[in-house]
């Protein structure tokens, strides 16, 4: 039995989780709503603010997704009660964000700033070194941490770029002289 797929998923107050045709999930709290098309060879049961998933076999395909589905499924309650963010870290002399508005303005030394426009997720820009993005969708904010620190990922000599703020950096030693 997997582990993580049985334990079931306790629904704070405020949070609705509703089953739909086809195991088409929505979940509504305070921050958002979330929807969400789970598979249909597993069981998704609602009872007095708990959430459980059972599969029906013990095959392969259904070992496979039964932890998976649990897994979605508390991401979505997390992320419409309490959200979700991730810090990003700039270094690196004359690497500064900027919030306007809606608008992320990163200058990475590139010959142009790079511009990001609150959507899915919102930027905030505590300080010129750094950015929280924050949102309820965690595979969303995941991906648009992901997407600024591309724009300059940390490089091993200097440890200069973008950084997640509990990313550690390897460094190399540069050249040696005679």
Request: glycine residues 12%; positive net charge.
């Amino acid at each position: 039995m997997s582990r993580i797929g049985r334990m079931p998923i306790t629904v704070p107050a405020g949070v609705t989780v509703t089953v739909g045709d086809e195991n088409k999930l929505t979940v509504k709290g305070p921050l958002g709503t979330l929807e969400q098309s789970m598979s249909t060879r597993m069981t998704i049961t609602v009872d007095a603010g708990v959430v459980t998933v059972t599969r029906p076999t013990d095959e392969a395909e259904d070992r496979a997704i039964h932890g998976l589905t649990r897994t979605l499924i508390n991401n979505m309650v997390v992320g419409v009660s309490t959200g979700y963010s991730k810090t990003l870290e700039i270094v690196g002399v004359g690497y500064r964000a900027q919030k306007q508005g809606k608008t992320l303005t990163l200058n990475l030394g590139h010959s142009h700033p790079i511009i990001f426009e609150d959507g899915d997720v919102t930027y905030e820009c505590p300080n010129a070194n750094t950015v929280i993005v924050k949102g309820i969708n965690k595979e969303i904010v995941g991906q648009a941490a992901a997407v600024v620190r591309s724009k300059r990922p940390p490089e091993p000599y200097l440890g200069k770029g973008v950084k997640y703020s509990d990313e550690r950096i390897r460094r190399k030693a540069g050249k040696t002289g005679k």
